[in-house]
């Protein structure tokens, strides 16, 4: 939003620099920032006349121009296909500086010396209007400086403005918010319609097939028009808010948009087709041009204004080509209404198109300004239009739109805040900002409908102190107060594992979340997908139901780009379709290509178990106890390679080696490993604090054990019987090697452990230690068959 400061001064009196008001309004929640509206330097672009023109020879649009600045004549080769003799123009002379820094210097176009530059607005940084010279009025004075003629030396408070704010995107809106800080009034534009004796509703009658996307929808005729240039007045205050000016009428409309923040549409009456206006929703596949002259097909999610037949313009959006106005109108159906900014938003977003009024509707108008705004600009057209004003205006409201009304304690603003604030003082501040107060105790207040967001006491509560100023709000040491809340514990756990992931070596990723269908399908058989209803890019048309997909794409990408030794951590969602459709909090790892070298060795290759010691690292390390990693199958995991993963009897995730099919579907050919963790189901599985247990008094007595076991014997059913049949004597057991060969025999492995045994009440004898570890060999040999190995 840009708010020119000559415009806010016509509006409210103050006399406070641009900049300070600018950091005024920052302070009360609407960033500000002061910037003059042009740039360069124009010391030497004067006011002159064309006094003699005439062709250059061999040039089929330049032509040699004298310019008299009052003082002396210059010699000028312009090629503007508007100039001519006797016109008032804007001559910058040898040594002026444009906008960008271009420098006018002497020149000579096809032998011709020129002694300056015949100005566009776009060479002067008005607007990019560069059909044409700058024309003026003959009644500039030659030799005057153009800028102050044309009081464009001015300065542009530029807002940037947060989507609940629709009440600033005004002029009277940001004088509203100004005239409650300084503790002034607002001086709004006065003006009288003069109606004729014709009615309004003998031309038109309205009506509104959905009263929720359009709540109000009103009219005026307009007649005996004269299509016309602006008055200066009028360009000046477009051009300084950035918009370019097109005729009287068109002028007229976005003035007042600008002016009291309510956009309005005019249309050529007699190319209406109809004495009728229908609000509706599109047909599905109905074609509509819109100004612009680009066909759209349309859903029935964008709402259309119609002659009770065709479309006339896409309502909150853009008009139709069909009936803009023209230079040849002379009858206009002047309209403003109110829409449903969500409507607006979809159909701006399905027609691709980002206007001044969708900008507005899209956050929020106001509903009860509607006549107020037709009675703005019509009174203005009758003035630079020589037009006639019908009596009446034509105002389909089925359900009016009553302010809101609230209950705000006083105490409860200054409880909150830290601050102390007098209730006079709250008074103030709301009924400077137009709300409605009655004091009952409490502040029974009205507020307004040019205000979208307030709609409990704590929006209340941020209008007082953003008018009051944040930095009335005092400095606090500790988080305290009503709305103090403790961090979330789902926060904590995306940290803590952030840091324990990177703490392992780990990179982490982002995924977008959207996913091919085809190749999501690669990686997730038939699982159901959640499609994507207006889709960015043809590979994007569904949301992954696997981190599986994201990984491999984050690993294709990196190999792609010769980053071939890979790990990585995904802390995502996957997404899946129901009613609603629904998201789950996954946890996703992989690991491919090798470890990094070192001085004293080379990295090895990665393979399943360093993927394993990460996620039993990862558990131990946010005090998750240890899980059975249980032999499964499954759609994206290599057979001989895949586990489902269990903590207390329950499936907390998958990990394995990625199936070489699937991998090369993503264009990578080495072996990839990865693991998918279910986040909530670790959240509710975190010890809830540490157990410290004093240092041994007694000392360890470690002993090891190898076994040759046929091939299907699982280790881990190994572990939990040394386990079981070392009782509490047997305080760790690890395995520390694994060996297959010609030496232990075919379809046999042979596996070693490392025990330690350890009392907590006395040292241990070494015939106490020999008998449970004679108890654990035999109990192995009952069990797994299993065969001891003499050392």
């Known amino acids: 939003m840009k708010a020119p400061y000559s415009w806010i001064k016509e509006l409210v009196d103050i006399s406070i620099s ?34 003699e023109l005439e062709p250059i020879e061999n040039s089929d649009h330049l032509r040699k121009a004298i310019v008299d600045d009052g003082h002396e004549k210059f010699q000028v080769v312009c090629g503007a296909p508007n100039v001519a003799k006797g016109q008032k123009i804007i001559l910058a002379k040898i040594g002026a500086e444009l906008k960008g820094g271009f420098k006018i210097k002497q020149a000579k176009l096809r032998g011709i010396e020129s002694f300056g530059m015949i100005c566009s607005e776009t060479e002067l940084g008005i607007s990019d209007d560069h059909s044409g010279i700058m024309v003026l009025d003959d009644d500039a004075s030659l030799g005057e400086n153009p800028i102050e003629y044309l009081k464009l030396n001015d300065t542009i408070l530029h807002l940037d403005l947060t989507p609940n704010r629709p009440d600033l995107l005004s002029l009277i ?24 004796a014709e009615t309004a509703d003998e031309y038109i009658k309205v009506s509104i097939d959905d009263p929720d996307a359009c709540p109000r929808y009103a009219a005026r005729v307009i007649k005996n028009i004269k299509i016309g240039p602006s008055p200066w007045w009028i360009k000046r205050k477009l051009l300084l808010s950035g918009v370019r000016p097109i005729s009287n009428i068109v002028d007229i409309t976005n003035l007042v948009m600008l002016e009291m923040g309510h956009p309005l549409h005019a249309f050529d009456y007699d190319f209406l087709g109809s004495k009728e206006i229908v609000v509706r929703r599109a047909l599905n596949k109905e074609k509509f041009t819109t100004l612009d002259n680009k066909e759209h097909e349309l859903t029935p999610d964008v709402l259309l204004i119609t002659n009770g037949e065709k479309a006339v313009a896409a309502a909150g959006v853009m008009g139709g080509l069909n009936s803009e106005v023209q ?75 009553e302010p809101a009304k609230l209950t705000l304690r006083p105490e409860r603003v200054n409880a909150l805040m830290g601050t102390n604030i007098s209730k006079e003082r709250m008074i103030k501040i709301l009924e400077g900002i ?162 990094d070298d070192h001085w004293y060795n080379k990295g090895r290759i990665f393979d399943f178990y360093d993927l394993k010691g990460a996620v039993d690292s990862f558990l131990r390390l946010s ?66 604090e540490s157990i410290f247990k004093s240092l041994p008094r007694f000392p360890a007595a470690p002993r090891d054990l190898a076994v040759i076991v046929d091939e299907t014997v699982e280790v881990g059913s190994l572990m939990d019987e040394i386990s079981q049949s070392g009782g509490l004597l047997l305080e760790k057991v690890e395995l520390f090697d694994l060996f297959t060969g010609t030496q232990v025999g075919y379809g046999k492995k042979s596996i070693a452990f490392s025990m330690i045994y350890r009392s907590w009440e006395k040292s241990l004898e070494s015939d106490e230690i020999s008998k449970i570890h004679k108890n654990i060999a035999d109990n192995l040999n009952k069990k797994f068959k299993a065969q001891i190995r003499e050392a």
């Open 18 to 51: 641009p900049e300070e008001l600018a950091d005024r309004l920052s302070l009360c929640g609407a960033e500000a920032d002061a910037k003059p509206f042009l740039e360069g330097n124009f010391d030497n672009v004067v006011i002159g006349s064309v006094v």
């Open 623 to 688: 005090h998750i106890l240890p899980i059975d990693y249980i032999p499964t199958k499954h759609f994206s995991l290599d057979d001989s390679c895949s586990f489902e993963l269990q903590l207390n009897n329950k499936t907390i995730g998958y990990a394995g080696q990625i199936k070489q099919k699937i991998a090369k579907q993503f264009d990578v050919k080495q072996n990839v490993f990865a693991a998918m963790l279910d986040f909530r189901l670790l959240l509710e599985s975190i010890q809830p």
């Open 327 to 401: 230079a040849t109108t002379s009858t206009v159906l002047l309209e403003a209404a109110y829409f449903n900014p969500v409507t607006i938003r979809k159909s701006k977003n399905i027609l691709g198109i980002n206007s001044e009024s969708s900008h507005r509707f899209e956050r929020g108008a106001d509903p009860n300004i509607v006549c107020q705004v037709l009675d703005r600009a019509a009174s203005l057209m009758a003035e630079y239009a020589g037009s006639e004003i019908l009596s009446g205006i034509v105002d389909c409201y089925p359900n009016t739109i």
């Open 173 to 196: 809106g940001v004088a509203r918010d100004i005239s409650c800080l300084f503790d002034t009034k607002i001086i709004r534009p006065q003006f009288e319609v003069k109606e004729s």
């Open 434 to 595: 137009e709300f409605g107060v009655k004091d009952k105790g409490t502040l029974e207040v009205v507020v307004p409908t040019f205000t979208a967001d307030v709609t409990r006491e704590v929006d209340l509560i941020e209008e007082i102190i953003r008018i009051e100023g944040f930095n009335s709000v005092p400095e606090s040491i500790h988080n305290s107060g009503p709305l103090f809340t403790p961090r979330h514990a789902d926060d904590n756990f995306y940290d803590s594992s952030r840091n324990v992931m990177t703490s392992l070596g780990f990179d982490e990723m982002y995924s977008p979340g959207m996913a091919d269908a085809k190749l999501l399908s690669k990686v997730s058989g038939d699982e159901p997908q959640l499609k994507v209803l207006n889709p960015i890019a043809d590979d994007l048309t569904v949301m992954h139901n696997s981190l599986f997909y994201s990984l491999l794409k984050a690993v294709s990408h990196n190999i792609s780009h010769r980053n071939v030794n890979l790990q990585l951590f995904d802390m995502g969602r996957i997404y899946l379709p129901g009613n609603p459709p629904y998201e789950e909090e996954k946890i996703g790892l992989t690991v491919t290509g090798k470890a």
